[in-house]
């Protein structure tokens, strides 16, 4: 059992920045790889970035790349989203997700919203 839980959402700016965080807890020995999704309104759950726990190994999406970074804290319990120099097309709801074999855990989500 993984329990995945989002939060630091909210409104900014367009060119703001914004750090979203991922509490990990439970059984997650077996989870290497957390990752990031959003989903804006009207579209499907898009892949924005991940990384491999085990060796700190980090990819990006391209629509994000060079502006969002995932850091994770020293006891690896909080994965973080930081992203700068938001843009509009960045509102979505964003998920944190862990993988193991055969099996993947979602947290609830966190709004963003980038205002003009």
């Known amino acids: 059992q993984v329990q995945l839980l989002e939060s630091g959402g909210g409104v900014v700016q367009a060119g703001g920045s914004l750090r979203l965080s991922c509490s990990v807890s439970g059984r997650t020995a077996d989870m290497d790889y957390m990752y990031w999704y959003r989903q804006a309104p009207g579209k499907g759950r898009e892949y924005v970035g991940e990384?491999?726990?085990?060796?700190?190994?980090?990819d990006y999406a391209n629509s994000v790349k060079g502006r969002f970074t995932i850091p994770e804290d020293n006891a690896k319990k909080t994965v973080f989203l930081e992203m700068n120099d938001l843009e509009l097309d960045d509102t979505a709801v964003y998920y944190c997700?862990?993988?193991?074999?055969?099996?993947?855990?979602w947290g609830p989500g966190t709004q963003v919203t980038v205002s003009s």
């Open positions: 990384i491999r726990r085990s060796d700190g190994h980090i």
């Open positions: 997700n862990a993988n193991g074999v055969g099996t993947e855990y």
